[in-house]
């Protein structure tokens, strides 16, 4: 069974389709990105599944629970941290928590003790005194954390909670996102510093305009663009530069994308990159004085886009399939079902 489990959800907001056919699983103990452009339909799935909205249509579950038919048991199960939360005026970081953990029905010592794991553990103790309302950035998206750990969910759902941070911040959110997933915790998270989740994250599970376009790992994104946009290299010759682009012309499936010192940037269409390697002997055969030929790794970011363009263009097959798939998670969906009206 998974952690969560997503079933053909729709969420119309009037004429708005703001979740249109939505399909994925997370399983147990695993960290999932959750990316998409703004208004893609992130938080609107998000707030479903931790039970604060209701679909218009199909099944949400977390681990194996209906969010619509037994929202209560749910919400034991979730943390949720929402993209924005008002903090009380006058209430310091200690008091903020002690006030949450009363609310999840903790009483005595046993409150006081999980108020000061969460503290410790969210690195807040030396800002217990602190006025909730006078924190930093960081240190608010660690109290919003921290609340959210109060009654120490198997299920963490995490809305942009690195959105506005500084560098530094980030790097201790993802720290303790880490952990968390080394204590088995299941995680959702959003954002759309893709790079960043492609570090900490087991699956990226990518939504436009509603539709999941692609659920995989960082590494199979980046293969589907290859394959299918081809594979960037930058040669650097000792001739003319100009000679790169000469030749380029001339050659079937090689495009020369920008010209660089020495240079320049070719794309090779090329079902096995592999292959690349015949285009290198044809430069040299043909005399280009290849001092350089560099294959360029695409970011996660480019090769999002480079899809998005191609389903965009309504292109089939955009994302490929996992290479072991045993190993990898949920399929790929583009979804092109409509509801019912
Ligand atoms: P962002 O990254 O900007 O937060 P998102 O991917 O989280 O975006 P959603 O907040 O889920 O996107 O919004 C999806 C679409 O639904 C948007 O067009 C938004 O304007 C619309 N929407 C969301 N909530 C409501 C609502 N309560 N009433 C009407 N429209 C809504």
Not at 154 to 162: H, R, T, Y
Request: glycine share 8%.
């Amino acid at each position: 069974m998974s952690a969560l489990k997503v079933h053909n959800l729709y969420r119309y907001f009037g004429q708005l389709q703001a979740v249109n056919g939505v399909s994925f699983e997370v399983p147990h103990g695993s960290v999932c990105g959750f990316v998409g452009a703004n208004g893609a339909g992130k938080t609107t799935t998000m707030r479903i599944l931790a039970t604060l909205d209701y679909p218009t249509m199909g099944v949400a579950e977390v681990c194996g629970i209906n969010v619509v038919n037994h929202p209560a048991e749910v919400r034991r199960m979730i943390g949720w941290m929402p993209d924005h939360f008002g903090n009380y005026d006058h209430m310091t970081v200690l008091e903020y928590l002690d006030f949450y953990a009363r609310a999840l029905g903790y009483k005595g010592k046993e409150r006081r003790q999980r108020v000061q794991e969460v503290m410790e553990f969210t690195d807040l103790v030396p800002l217990a005194e602190r006025f909730s309302n006078k924190l930093s950035k960081g240190m608010t998206q660690r109290l919003g954390l921290g609340r959210s750990l109060l009654h120490d969910p198997q299920v963490l759902i995490m809305d942009e909670p690195a959105a506005g941070l500084d560098p530094k911040a980030r790097v201790e959110l993802k720290h303790l996102i880490r952990v968390l997933a080394q204590e088995g915790k299941t995680i959702f998270i959003s954002s759309h510093i893709l790079s960043e989740l492609g570090e900490m994250c087991d699956s990226l599970l990518f939504i436009n305009a509603g539709r999941i376009v692609h659920h995989g790992g960082a590494e199979d994104l980046r293969r589907s663009a290859d394959a299918l946009g081809g594979v960037l290299y930058d040669v650097q010759v000792a001739n003319e530069a100009q000679h790169v682009a000469d030749w380029c012309v001339l050659q079937p499936h090689v495009e020369f994308l920008e010209a660089r010192k020495h240079g320049g940037r070719i794309r090779i269409e090329v079902d096995d990159p592999a292959k690349s390697a015949d285009v290198l002997a044809r430069m040299i055969k043909d005399g280009l004085k290849v001092v350089e030929f560099h294959r360029e790794e695409r970011n996660l970011e480019d090769a999002f886009i480079d899809i998005l363009g191609r389903i965009e263009r309504g292109e089939k097959n955009v994302v490929l399939p996992p290479p072991t798939p045993a190993s990898q998670p949920a399929p790929v969906e583009v979804s092109t079902a409509s509801p019912e009206s």
